[in-house]
């Protein structure tokens, strides 16, 4: 089992920046991948950014974040970051922390993001 524990969210004004932590229970190195994800009010979640645990640790964006977001994770201290800047209020969202293994998949309990215009 591991457990993920999201900090960093919270109120932010349009074209601002915010840095989301996501602290895991285990060795991040043996996780094959963690992410963010997200989900507004109404809406599916949906993938946000991953990172693999290999060497380098692989990226992966959507589109509607390209270029303003970054994914990047600090092995010693078992953490998973998520650099937003430039936050629109599509941004708004819960943003969920994700970890896989080879054998399950976990998630966190959410940090909320709320950008306002």
């Known amino acids: 089992q591991v457990q993920l524990v999201e900090s960093g969210g919270g109120l932010v004004q349009a074209g601002g920046s915010l840095r989301l932590s996501c602290a895991a229970s285990a060795r991040i190195f043996r996780l094959n991948a963690m992410g963010w994800y997200r989900q507004a009010p109404g809406k599916q979640r949906e993938l946000v950014a991953t990172i693999t645990s290999t060497s380098g640790g692989s990226t992966n964006y959507a589109d509607s974040v390209k270029g303003r977001f970054t994914i990047s994770r600090d092995n010693a201290k078992n953490t998973v970051y998520l650099q937003m800047n430039s936050l629109k209020p599509e941004d708004t969202a819960v943003y969920y922390c994700?970890?896989?293994?080879?054998?399950?998949?976990?998630w966190g309990q959410g940090t909320q993001v709320t950008v306002s215009s």
């Open positions: 994700n970890a896989v293994s080879p054998f399950s998949e976990f």
